[in-house]
Structures are given as C-alpha cells and as structure tokens.
Nanobody, 115 residues
C-alpha cells in the first residue's frame, strides 16, 4: 500500500523558515518524479516545485529563490526547505509522486505564516 506522509508544517512569522518532509512507503521511490503543491484557503491547488528522478528541479515563480526541493532516494524522502516565508505562502502543502504514469498524493500539512 502506497503511503505519503508529510510533516514539518506549523506556524511561523513572516521571514521565517520551515522544512517540510515527505516520507514515502510502499513504492519504488527512485524512479519517480516528486514534488510539492499547495492549496491556500479558498483557492485551488497550485504547483510549487518538482524534482525528477534525474535530478532536474523546477519551481513556481512565486517561490523561486526562497524554496528548495530535495530528495533522498535511499530514505524515500522528499524535502521542501522554505525560507523568507510570506503570509501568502500560507496553505496546506501536499507531497506528490509521479511514478509510471500514476499520481500519488499525501494528505497535506498546514503551513501558516503570520504577518
């Protein structure tokens, strides 16, 4: 059974940092592309960052220069280091895996940035 579990969310002040983690189990982690999406209150889900199995990385313009995505294949972990957080970064953050054409999602973790 595939499971993705996010952790590391919480309340932080503007300008602060958080590191999100996503632990994957029941899946062949190394061949997949992994990413983070987020959903702010009252808005649709938006893509934040992706790291492919080849190590290519891409970010949404809104987070470039502030967020860093990384992965640890042996540990089956994906991370999102978030620096210089802004109130508009407040959202539920979801981990997503794309493996052999199938999508896998975590349940999400809440990040709240106070002004």
């Amino acid at each position: 059974q595939v499971q993705l579990a996010e952790s590391g969310g919480g309340l932080v002040q503007t300008g602060g940092s958080l590191r999100l983690s996503c632990a994957a189990s029941g899946i062949i982690f190394g061949i997949g592309s992994w990413g983070w999406h987020r959903q702010a209150p009252g808005k649709g889900r938006e893509w934040v960052a992706t790291i492919t199995n080849g190590g290519s990385i891409d970010y949404a313009e809104s987070v470039k220069g502030r967020f860093t995505i990384s992965r640890d294949n042996p540990k089956k972990m994906v991370y999102l280091q978030m620096n210089s957080l802004k109130p508009e970064d407040t959202a539920v953050y979801f981990c997503k895996g794309l493996i052999l054409g199938r999508e896998y999602w975590g349940k999400g973790v809440l990040v709240t940035v106070s002004s």
